[in-house]
């Protein structure tokens, strides 16, 4: 049955760098028998400009009826003056919360070829691998109550709530496990249970979700360590898997191990799979419309929704592999060049043109 795409470019660069993951996308349709067709929509301040909302009801309809989501990137300097809920990130807010998008699955990619880039040793990270899961619906940033208020000697008091029901980590410890299924098949969860009650549920909760996937190697580790972990030897994670709040500081910190923001792509899932397929970065307005921005995680978002969403794991391969080979080419956008021998300064289009060549020579 042929499979819906919903494609949201969004602002700033994000409508260059879909423009090459679209060229992919055709060409597993042509060359390689994708049963898929694209939809188009508006998000952020695109969708302001047209409908005065960055999550309007006519993206909602579209986004609903998809299969898979891929997104570009949303924000801009001319949108920063609007009211909080009209601005281009509210549509990001809008649409995960609409398709209840609650795990959020970041990994931390590091091409060999790329292991300069990063600020740690070439050995520690070369050939890193890592999917950080997380989850993204609950937690302290939604929990109630929450506010500032003052006490009775006058002082004011910020307080959150983090709060975790079974059911929120029942489900987010599937996904992952189901995750680290396609992959090492080994999970270690995140939490904080010496200190916090919640995180002791957590624990135990995740412990007995463990016991449907005797497959996976299952440990946990308390953020704190986690952090030092991810520092110091980080290729001893496979996937991992922790709350909001958590996973919000430990993807970053993972991600910045690779060097490189334009390499980087991520999904949120719903209960079902269905996903919406984005890279890490932002919509970059400094050098959106010059053909210079690194198209590549966007690209493997791509591949990403193929293996999480649509089930072509194969043709996800396909995709990693040209990437690759792009990459041990020599070619570079001007984020991830190294005046380097044997690399070349590549645009936009260019690089994802290789794609597309190496992809058709696989
Ligand atoms: P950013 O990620 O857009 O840019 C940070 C720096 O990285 C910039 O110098 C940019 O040129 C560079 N960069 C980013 N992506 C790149 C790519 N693919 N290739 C080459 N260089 C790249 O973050 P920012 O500057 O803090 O934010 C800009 C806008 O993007 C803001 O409006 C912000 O709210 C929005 N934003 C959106 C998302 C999203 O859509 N998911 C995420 C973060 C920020």
Redesign the pocket.
């Known amino acids: 049955m042929t499979q819906n795409i919903l494609v949201l470019p ?5 409508k260059e ?1 879909v423009a090459e993951a679209i060229k992919v996308i055709e060409v597993l349709k042509a060359d390689f028998g994708l049963d898929v067709e694209l939809s188009h929509g508006l998000i ?1 301040g695109a969708a302001y400009d047209e409908y005065k909302h960055p999550y309007p009801e006519e993206t909602q309809k579209l986004a609903h009826a998809a299969d898979a989501i891929l ?7 001319e ?2 003056a609007l009211p909080r809920d009209l601005r ?2 509210r549509g ?1 807010l809008g649409i995960r919360a609409d398709l209840k998008l609650f795990s959020n699955l970041r990994p931390a990619i590091l091409n060999a070829e790329l292991a300069d880039a990063s600020s740690l040793k070439p050995e520690v990270v070369s050939g890193l691998d890592i999917m950080i899961v997380r989850e993204l619906t609950g937690g302290i940033y939604f929990g109630e109550p929450r506010g500032i208020r003052e006490l009775e000697n006058g002082e004011k008091q910020g307080y959150n709530t983090l709060v975790y029901k079974e059911s929120e980590i029942e489900q987010i410890a599937h996904s992952a496990f189901q995750i680290a299924m396609k992959r090492d098949k080994r999970l270690c969860s995140v939490d904080k249970a010496n200190v916090l009650e919640v995180m002791e549920l957590w624990h135990e909760v995740v412990e007995r979700v463990g016991k449907e996937y005797p497959e996976v190697e299952l440990s946990h580790m308390y953020v704190d360590n986690a952090a030092m972990q991810l520092v110091k030897e980080p290729k001893q994670f496979d996937v991992m898997v922790t709350g909001n709040m958590f996973g919000d500081i430990l993807s970053d910190a993972a991600a910045m191990l690779t060097g490189s ?2 390499m980087l792509p991520s999904a949120s899932l719903d209960i079902n799979g269905k996903g919406m397929y ?10 959106a419309g010059k053909n ?4 590549l ?2 690209i493997t978002s791509v591949s990403m929704m193929l293996r999480y969403s649509l089930d072509h794991i194969e043709l996800a391969d396909k995709i990693d592999a040209a990437v690759e080979a792009v990459l041990k080419q020599g070619l570079r ?3 991830i060049f190294a005046d380097a021998e044997g690399t070349t300064a590549v645009s936009t289009s260019e690089i994802g043109d290789a794609v597309v060549s190496a992809l058709r020579s696989l």
């Open positions: 969004g602002d700033g660069i994000g760098i952020g997104l570009g990137a949303v924000g801009g300097y949108y920063e281009p990130e990001l923001i334009g984005e890279p890490i970065h932002g919509s970059a307005p400094d050098i210079i921005a690194n198209p995680a966007t956008t001007q984020d």
